[in-house]
């Protein structure tokens, strides 16, 4: 009996593995943590403004971040009336591996007149570490409530936006 309870806490390890997605998640934040630091890459930034033929209240931008190996981080920032949304988006070999998606407001004055532009406050970020984009494996590790912008953080609700940051590298 207690050898069939080991061998079959083994085969949970094997198929569930403890550590294997804090560990996943630590090599892929290395891998951006020198994305971020690495001062080679070539920065193209264009005018999201433009590119989606649309105003935003803020303006908005997108930047590119590319090497020798390509696309490295896609960052979009976008103002609204109520504050900014930034995505980013982060690559190894063509895949994307983190993503992150943040809503910061402005404090509403106390008066109820309107917004005090003085101060973003970030009020929601996800960052979502992926393991397979493929397989659609991954970790979403959230923060805060979202005020007023939308979204699930599912995987499939970047990929049009990281296709046009495919796209742009080509401009």
């Known amino acids: 009996m207690k050898k069939s309870l080991f061998i079959s806490l083994l085969l949970l390890v094997q198929v569930f593995p403890v550590n294997?997605?804090?560990?996943?998640?630590?090599?892929?934040?290395?891998?951006?943590?020198?994305?971020?630091?690495?001062?080679?890459?070539?920065?193209?930034e264009f005018d999201a403004t433009e590119v989606y033929k649309q105003a935003f209240d803020?303006?908005?931008?997108?930047?590119?971040?590319?090497?020798?190996k390509g696309l490295r981080k896609i960052e979009q920032e976008i103002g609204v009336s109520f504050g900014r949304l930034t995505t980013v988006v982060y690559f190894e070999?063509?895949?994307p591996i983190k993503l992150i998606d943040r809503e910061e407001n402005f404090k509403?004055?106390?008066?109820?007149?309107?917004?005090d532009y003085s101060e973003l406050n970030k009020v929601f970020q996800a960052d979502i570490y992926?393991?397979?984009?493929?397989?659609?494996?991954?970790?979403?590790?959230?923060?805060?409530?979202?005020?007023?912008?939308?979204?699930?953080c599912a995987v499939f609700e970047y990929e049009p936006f990281i296709e046009l940051g495919k796209e742009l590298t080509n401009k």
Not at 59 to 65: A, Q
Not at 108 to 115: F, P, V
Not at 130 to 152: P, V
């Open 20 to 44: 294997g997605q804090s560990d996943s998640i630590v090599l892929i934040q290395r891998t951006v943590d020198k994305i971020e630091n690495d001062a080679n890459l070539t920065i193209k």
């Open 93 to 95: 070999n063509g895949q």
């Open 58 to 68: 803020g303006g908005g931008k997108i930047e590119l971040y590319v090497d020798k």
């Open 130 to 152: 992926i393991f397979d984009w493929e397989l659609d494996n991954n970790k979403t590790i959230e923060e805060g409530k979202r005020n007023l912008s939308e979204g699930s």
């Open 108 to 115: 509403w004055l106390e008066d109820q007149t309107g917004w």
